[in-house]
């Protein structure tokens, strides 16, 4: 049961770069969410998909866009890469029916030079 | 407690010994709790969670505690192992069906041998 599966694990980009990261859960979820996590900030919230066909803005999503291909899939984009946006992406899924926990891929570490 | 800068608070606790990391939530409408554990490289991995009808959870060798009164949460682990080292994050869902999740800052507990 692989759960919440992120790619890539690491990545290094110049600015002015753009990229994607996909991520993709196989528990049947319906809800799902990308967060970034810096030292001494915890984990924020960038954009999330509470069901297939819908996308909203998190706290922090400036510079980011996201895309629900479908029930299992859900990218995040980085048009134009800053060095402000270097940090640990983490993807998570939830159910999304009642108060469950959202279950987290191990993240993609994404440098920018 | 809250983060100083860019380091986390911290426990440092004997193997053995009994561990108690506390949080404060910050809306009192959140009616649900989670506590996670995130190993170094990892993504957040669930421990336990509360509903607000509840002031107390049991589960393996971990208690939920919450008290509503002045919005404190705190982990109790019993018979802390080396291998509970991790970074412990609490979180709460604010309400309403996207079933988002606010996160605590975390704090990172060292279970001496």
């Known amino acids: 049961n692989a759960g919440v599966t992120q790619t890539p694990k690491f990545q290094v980009l110049k600015t002015g770069q753009s990229m994607t990261l996909q991520c993709a859960q196989d528990?049947?979820?319906?809800?799902m969410y990308w967060y970034r996590q810096d030292p001494g900030m915890g984990l924020r919230l960038i954009y999330y998909?509470?069901?297939?066909?819908?996308?909203d803005k998190g706290e922090v999503p400036n510079g980011y866009n996201v895309s629900r291909l479908n029930k299992r899939e859900f990218s995040l984009r980085l048009e134009s890469a800053a060095p402000s946006q270097t940090s640990v992406y983490f993807c998570?899924?939830?159910?999304?029916?009642?108060?469950?926990?959202?279950?987290f891929g191990d993240g993609t570490r994404l440098s920018i030079l | 407690g809250e983060s100083v800068g860019l380091h986390l608070p911290t426990l440092s606790v004997q193997e053995g010994d009994n561990s108690i990391i506390n949080c404060a939530y910050s809306?009192?409408?959140?009616?649900?709790f989670i506590w996670y554990k995130q190993e170094s490289g990892k993504g957040p991995q669930f421990i336990i969670d509360?509903?607000?009808?509840?002031d107390k959870r049991q589960g393996q060798r971990v208690t939920v505690l919450l008290n509503k009164t002045v919005k404190h949460l705190s982990l109790q682990i019993a018979a802390t192992q080396p291998g509970d080292s991790a970074v412990y994050f609490c979180?709460?869902?604010?309400?309403?069906?996207?079933?988002?999740?606010?996160f605590g800052k975390g704090t990172l507990l060292t279970v001496n041998p």
């Open positions: 809306n009192s409408a959140s009616d649900y």
């Open positions: 998570a899924s939830t159910l999304g029916i009642s108060n469950q926990p959202q279950h």
């Open positions: 979180a709460e869902n604010s309400g309403g069906s996207n079933y988002k999740l606010t």
């Open positions: 528990m049947n979820h319906n809800s």
């Open positions: 509360i509903r607000s009808n509840m």
């Open positions: 998909s509470a069901s297939e066909g819908t996308t």
